[in-house]
Nanobody
Framework: QVQLVESGGGLVQAGGSLRLSCVAS????????MGWFRQAPGKERELVGA???????YYADSVKGRFTVSRENAKNTMYLQLSSLEVEDTAVYYC?????????????????WGLGTQVTVSS
C-alpha cells in the first residue's frame, strides 16, 4: 500500500528557513500530483503548494516567493523549501498525493496522506 512519510519539520526563528521532504513508497504507486497542506489550530487545512509530474507548480498567495515545491520523480520524493518564515507559517504540514496528475486545492481530492510534521516559527 502507498505510504507518504514527511520529515524536516522543527522549530525555527522568524526569517529562517527549513526544508521538508516527503517520500512516497509502496505499490501500486501511480502517484500523480502531490502537494503540501498545512493546518494550524482552529483553521482549516489549506494547500500551500503543489506540483505535478511535469513540475508544474501551484502556490497559495500567502507563500508565493517564499516557499518552493519541487520533486524528484525517480526518487518518489517531494520537497518544500520554506524561506523567510513568518510566525503565521506555524502549522502541521502534511504531504498529500493523488493518482490524478491534476493539481487541486481541496484536501478531499487527495487520497494519500502523510502523518504530518510540525513547523513552528518563533519570533
Amino acid at each position: 500500500q502507498v505510504q507518504l512519510v514527511e520529515s524536516g519539520g522543527g522549530l525555527v526563528q522568524a526569517g529562517g528557513s527549513l526544508r521538508l521532504s516527503c517520500v512516497a513508497s509502496g505499490i501500486p504507486l501511480n502517484m500523480g500530483a502531490m502537494g503540501w497542506f498545512r493546518q494550524a489550530p482552529g483553521k482549516e487545512r489549506e494547500l500551500v503548494g503543489a506540483i505535478d509530474l511535469d513540475s508544474k507548480t501551484y502556490y497559495a498567495d500567502s507563500v508565493k516567493g517564499r516557499f518552493t515545491v519541487s520533486r524528484e520523480n525517480a526518487k518518489n520524493t517531494m520537497y518544500l523549501q520554506l524561506s523567510s518564515l513568518e510566525v503565521e507559517d506555524t502549522a502541521v504540514y502534511y504531504c498529500a498525493g493523488r493518482r490524478s496528475n491534476v493539481i487541486d486545492d481541496r484536501p478531499g481530492h487527495y487520497g494519500y496522506w502523510g502523518l504530518g510534521t510540525q513547523v513552528t516559527v518563533s519570533s
